[in-house]
């Protein structure tokens, strides 16, 4: 079932053209990750599919329906949950914000909301920090709390942007082994540009910049090594893998031939990287 | 002291003390959290726009000083909501404007020297029993929005975007914080005057900020540290003979110095 579709969709903010003809279909129980670089349109295509950024041009179609009628089965974790840290507010009381306008008690939370939220903090394994002040969460703590109210709504659909931007690696992973386990329910959408980590995570990956490319990667996961010690990939072997179809002038072929036009994304991204 | 609450105005500034005190700790509380407190300074030092014309067209000064910052702040809200980036630039703008158009309508009242000094700060030794009544109907208001919404204001306050996707109207929620705190700079301008009243605003909230671990009771903690600094500043105003508003200010400032030498300590 496909739960997202984009087609032919563009969007400029005053004339200059972020979105240049984008063309994506996410289908249930994926795990995709967009890759790309900053200001590439990752952040203005997710604010799309939230139906916060108004449609220009082309459509976007969510569980079925526009965007902004789709939003209760949207589950969302914003770019940086490091802002508003002084903010005096419990563990619990953010995760409650998540509940979409359900029937809701006159004054204060319903005991279900509570319950809820409660379950939510489990999965994430937070349960315990329920009464905490978030200021004193460490920042893969407070990860974890945005992503327990992402998912008192019950989404279908989890969409995180940049979900570990700020946490060192063995946090990063750990977020990562979550939304590995939510992911049997859940089709996940992950912004970032660590590709190195994520790919190993991820089912899929679209590399935006301006134009879109898809890659199915599912079936590639056995050829997946890690090197190093903090288990990054080896950047080569990643994009050796991901370019073996399209891209017969990748790096690690061995060419070394600089020369050529960078017409395939994913040496793009490698340029980049450089 | 105690012979002074013999005295109806004593009385009256006692209970006006009170009043709006606890309605600058609540209010507060949401400017501080929200980071407007540029916002709010503006909407105080614009609203003696207001004052200027109720003296000119012989209204009651709440009524015009009300409607004038009302009306900045929904002006305000209008502009921050469009184009935030901006923002400052806007507030400082109509901050002198709101002042200056003050100043030109008292210039332009025949006859009639006002007493700017008690507006920038404070008469609180000059409360009437209507002014009371307008405090305490405010406070009413605020309350009951505080506890109706507080969760909708707790979600716009902590994470705007968020809740905006959670189908909160975030947009009705920032106007009317900003209207309520506009209405409280207004009754604030009695008591400590539109100079003085960020402070009020502020300290208070500082204080009750590090002591809270949720918005509702730093909301009702700053209330309350903010009655208590407006009653030792009266009696510091009484006994030596000092300006009441400044002397509710240097009380809360000294507080806060203590407070956070305590506070480190710990």
Not at chain 1, 98 to 126: D, N, S, W
Not at chain 2, 96 to 114: C, K, R
Request: negative net charge; aromatic residues 8%; proline residues 2%.
């Amino acid at each position: 079932m496909t739960v997202i579709e984009i087609k032919n969709l563009t969007f400029a903010y005053d004339k200059e053209i972020i979105l240049d003809d984008i063309n994506l279909r996410v289908e249930e129980k994926e795990f995709l990750a967009i890759i790309g670089p900053n200001g590439g349109g990752k952040s203005t295509l997710l604010k799309l599919i939230l139906g916060i950024n108004p449609l220009q041009s082309g459509s976007i179609s969510v569980l079925g329906k526009e965007p902004s009628k789709s939003l209760s089965h949207i589950g969302y974790v914003p770019q940086n949950t490091n802002v508003n840290t002084d903010f005096p507010i419990k563990v619990i009381e953010v995760v409650m914000m998540g509940h979409v306008g359900t029937k809701r008690p006159l004054f204060g939370y319903g005991k279900e909301e509570i319950l809820c939220a409660m379950g939510a903090l489990e999965q994430v394994g937070m349960q315990d920090y329920a009464q905490r002040k978030i200021g004193s969460l460490s920042g893969g703590q407070r990860q974890r709390v945005m992503i327990a109210r992402a998912l008192c709504a019950h989404p279908k659909i989890l969409i995180l942007d940049e979900p570990t931007s700020s946490i060192d690696i063995s946090g990063q992973r750990s977020i990562y082994e979550l939304l590995k386990v939510l992911n049997e329910n859940i089709t996940i959408i992950v912004v970032s540009h660590d590709i190195s980590v994520i790919l190993e995570y991820a089912t899929s990956a679209a590399h935006i910049n301006k134009t879109l490319s898809y890659h199915d990667i599912s079936d590639k996961k056995h050829t997946f090594h890690t090197h190093g010690n903090e288990g990054h990939f080896c950047e080569v072997e990643l994009l050796q893998m991901l370019g073996a179809e399209s891209c017969d002038t990748c790096p690690s072929t061995g060419s070394g031939n600089e020369s050529v036009s960078v017409t395939d994304p994913v040496e793009a991204i490698w340029r980049e990287k450089k | 002291m105690i012979e002074a609450l013999h005295f109806e105005f004593m009385q009256h500034a006692l209970l006006a003390g009170l009043l709006v005190s606890f309605a600058a700790g609540i209010i507060g509380s949401l400017i501080v959290v929200n980071r407007m407190v540029f916002l709010a300074g503006g909407i105080a030092h614009t609203s003696y726009g207001g004052i200027g014309l109720a003296v000119f067209f012989g209204l009651p000064i709440f009524l015009g000083a009300s409607l004038f910052a009302v009306g900045a702040a929904l002006l305000i809200a209008a502009l921050t909501l469009k184009t935030r980036h901006r923002m400052d630039t806007f507030i400082g703008l109509i901050w002198a404007v709101g002042m200056a158009i003050g100043v030109i309508f008292v210039d332009l009242t025949p006859g009639y020297n006002v007493d700017l000094m008690s507006y920038l700060f404070g008469s609180i030794l000059a409360v009437s029993s209507e002014d009371l009544y307008f405090m305490a109907a405010l406070l009413a208001v605020i309350l009951f929005v505080v506890t109706f919404w507080y969760r909708d204001i707790l979600a716009v306050s902590y994470d705007s975007e968020y809740a905006g996707l959670r189908g909160v109207n975030v947009k009705f929620f920032y106007t009317l914080i900003l209207i309520l705190s506009a209405l409280t700079v207004v009754i604030a301008i009695k008591v400590v005057g539109l100079i003085l009243v960020i402070a009020m605003l502020t300290i208070p909230v500082y204080i009750a900020e590090k002591l809270s671990s949720s918005l509702f009771s730093m909301m009702f903690l700053s209330g309350g540290i903010a009655t208590l600094f407006t009653l030792a500043g009266l009696w510091m105003s009484y006994t030596y003979d000092l300006t009441s508003g400044a002397s509710i200010i240097i009380v809360s400032a000294l507080s806060l110095g203590l407070f956070l030498l305590l506070h480190k300590k710990n």
